[in-house]
């Protein structure tokens, strides 16, 4: 009998791995698959029928145990930060100046691991910080659960969120054997450390294979294996197909018109996303770039208020607010608990298919839009000197020199680069098809068919 338990951590996580096929192809797969939810149990309800889920209480971080994790991450970026631009920016956004206890404490920790930083003294914060968890009572009923279940393999759909580090402990205390997706193309070379060690490692692409290896010196080869993203994997599922005239229908479209989509990141780190609307429907408004249907998805991981003046100044503008449910109030990561809902996984398949043209802020959008090879613009006109929010920076992160490199997007880092590339892609929508199709297998070396069986079959030999 071989026992599976999938850990779902955030609403990105639900869709990934219970809105694609991967549940459908574990359960067959397995004797049994038993989910464990960082999410309330009742959003699987219509999605979730063969599986039990289990919910689990929801951890919040000691003082100790951040003072650790804290510890880790910051040497993880110092031991990292020759020569990759993206770990010396997010080591910069690390510090603090404020005059707290964590403010101090994290002073400290910059000017302890300026000097302990090897691996070496990772894998000691990481151990100390595993060991805050030994007499939590919410770690101690995540041992109750992983007793009475009695799995072969502990499976955690995202290896950053830190509170999962202490489930992690448990199933190592337990000798469970635990595996990790790594969630996104750019967490092994710009991001922090990840929650905690585990026994295998699932990656997109060869390329990210190399990453998780070059970053983490003690992670064996024969643990990691290649297997796919299942983030795209819907779009070649029956189930989400939309036809054209729905998709038309549903946007109030004008057929005889091409149509742009612009996906907006989220506040934090899309920060100029009102320039580039604004910029492009005036653009329109006074015939710079040819007539098209215009459509603004927002980002799931917030509300509509900050376009609210759009809606009424630009009219002619199409809105897709990305239909993502707040299910529970009061989380410490409240963004996580946002669920996806199969409209909108409709919805964004249509848009990927029906569109014409992609514009957006070198998002992950870029990757989605290019499975269906389609002509994708990344815009960036802030840098240290213009006074706009310096989003050129991430053009020296490592996953976008990829990008940049590729030649598979145009890169427009004012409005006469950023029309002139509209233009010339709404004529010639097969520009740079070649580059796009190269950049595709880089960063997801798998086919989309079978993404989530190929995961399934890869967990059952490591068990």
Not at 401 to 422: F, G
Request: with cysteine.
């Amino acid at each position: 009998m071989k026992k599976l338990a999938v850990v779902i951590t955030d609403g990105v996580g639900f869709r990934n791995f219970i809105l694609s096929d991967f549940l459908v192809e574990a359960e067959k797969t397995f004797n049994e698959v038993v989910v464990f939810s960082c999410l309330p149990k009742e959003v699987y309800s219509g999605f979730v029928t063969n599986s039990r889920i289990i919910e689990l209480d929801v951890f919040e971080e000691t003082f100790s145990t951040w003072l650790f994790r804290k510890a880790k991450e910051v040497a993880h970026l110092q031991l990292h930060k020759k020569n990759n631009f993206g770990i010396q920016d997010n080591l910069r956004v690390n510090n603090s100046k404020s005059k707290t206890t964590r403010g101090y404490a994290t002073r400290f920790i910059f000017k302890l691991t300026s000097v302990a930083h090897s691996e070496k003294w990772i894998q000691r914060f990481n151990s100390w910080q595993q060991k805050t968890f030994k007499n939590n009572p919410i770690t101690k009923g995540y041992a109750a659960i992983l007793e009475d279940e009695k799995i072969d393999l502990l499976f955690f759909t995202h290896q950053r969120p830190p509170f999962i580090a202490p489930l992690v402990y448990q199933a190592e205390q337990l000798k469970i054997k635990t595996a990790s997706f790594i969630f996104s193309w750019d967490n092994l070379a710009s991001k922090g450390r990840m929650a905690a060690n585990f026994d295998y490692y699932l990656v997109w692409s060869d390329l990210m294979k190399t990453e998780l290896e070059q970053f983490y010196s003690s992670v064996k080869k024969e643990t990691i294996e290649v297997v796919g993203t299942p983030q795209f994997e819907p779009y070649v599922m029956d189930k989400y197909e939309v036809s054209r005239e729905a998709f038309v229908t549903k946007f109030n479209l004008d057929t005889s018109l091409k149509t742009i989509c612009f996906s907006c990141g989220d506040i934090s780190t899309s920060k100029n996303d009102e320039l580039y609307i604004e910029t492009i429907a005036n653009a329109l408004l006074e015939g710079k770039i040819h007539q098209v249907n215009l459509i603004i998805r927002t980002s799931p991981a917030e509300d509509s208020i900050r376009f609210a003046s759009f809606v009424e100044r630009f009219p002619f503008i199409k809105w897709n607010y990305p239909k993502w449910n707040l299910s529970r109030e009061g989380h410490q990561e409240v963004w996580s608990q946002r669920i996806p809902s199969v409209e909108d996984v409709m919805d964004l398949r249509s848009l990927l298919e029906f569109s014409d043209l992609n514009i957006n802020m070198l998002s992950t959008m870029s990757l989605d839009f290019i499975q269906l090879d389609k002509p994708v613009i990344n815009t960036v006109f802030g840098n240290h000197e213009n006074g706009l929010y310096d989003d050129q920076r991430f053009l020296n992160y490592a996953h976008i020199v990829h990008v940049v490199n590729s030649n598979a997007t145009k890169i427009a880092k004012n409005q006469e680069e950023l029309l002139a590339a509209i233009n010339l892609y709404l004529e010639n929508p097969n520009l740079d098809s070649d580059n796009r199709k190269q950049l595709l297998q880089l960063q997801v070396s798998k086919p989309l068919s079978g993404t989530g069986k190929r995961i399934a079959e890869t967990l059952l030999k490591w068990m």
